[in-house]
Antibody
């Protein structure tokens, strides 16, 4: 059974870069889509983007200029980088495996399973 | 402000049924599949329903999903205290601001 675990600094200063790693165990990162989703305290879920092992990516347009998701197959993990952070980026950050397919005529099939336990990142000086 | 609209809260007594609505548009629910997630207090979201109405292995059949037009519904029957959680719907959005979108979340309270 695939297990995901986020890791990284819990505190980042404004204007700096937030960097997180999602370690994948119980399966390979190859051949799947991987995603980051965040949740500000007391608020809902916000999709940040996804990555496929071919290197193709798709990012939330509202974050596109600041976010990068990358894959390291040798370490079986994928990463999140978010630049120029502000207090508004304070959130619990989740990594998840994504199922993403598109069927002409019936639309996109997207879901996220499993999820990591999440890691709280606070942006503050 | 979420693209998909859900009621902030629903409640019912143990053993009863609740339904949670998720309203969208032709660019998301109307053209694409819906998924649902359960987030127990202090934990990560968990997939409950995918492809509008399919349950992953291990999800009891007390949970059901349906879709009609630009809206989707999650149903929970035989409500248990352990079902107290936040529930989110999700779908892909094909608009100019394309991407995965989620509902605002619904808090289920077991009375």
């Amino acid at each position: 059974q695939v297990h995901l675990q986020e890791s990284g600094p819990g505190l980042v200063k404004p204007s700096e870069t937030l960097s997180l790693i999602c370690s994948v165990s119980g399966g390979s990162v190859r051949g799947y889509y991987w995603s980051w989703i965040r949740q500000p305290p007391g608020k809902g879920l916000e999709w940040m983007g996804y990555l496929y092992n071919s290197g193709s990516t798709n990012y939330n347009p509202s974050l596109k200029s600041r976010v990068t998701i990358s894959l390291d197959t040798s370490k079986n993990h994928f990463s999140l980088s978010l630049t120029s952070v502000t207090a508004a980026d304070t959130a619990v950050y989740y990594c998840a495996r994504a199922e993403i397919t598109y069927n002409l005529g019936s639309g996109s099939r997207n879901w996220f399973d499993p999820w990591g336990q999440g890691t709280l990142v606070i942006v503050s000086s | 402000q979420s693209v998909l609209t859900q009621p902030p809260s629903v409640s019912a007594a143990p053993g009863q049924k609740v339904t949670i609505s998720c309203s969208g548009s032709s660019s998301n629910i109307g053209n694409n599949y819906v998924s649902w997630y359960q987030q127990l207090p202090g934990t990560a979201p968990k997939l409950l329903i995918y492809d509008n109405d399919k349950r992953p292995s291990g999800i009891p059949d007390r949970f059901s999903g349906s879709k009609s037009g630009t809206s989707a519904t999650l149903g929970i029957t035989g409500l248990q205290t352990g079902d107290e959680a936040d529930y989110y719907c999700g779908a892909w959005d094909d608009s100019l601001s394309a991407g995965q979108v989620f509902g605002s979340g619904t808090k289920v309270t077991v009375l």
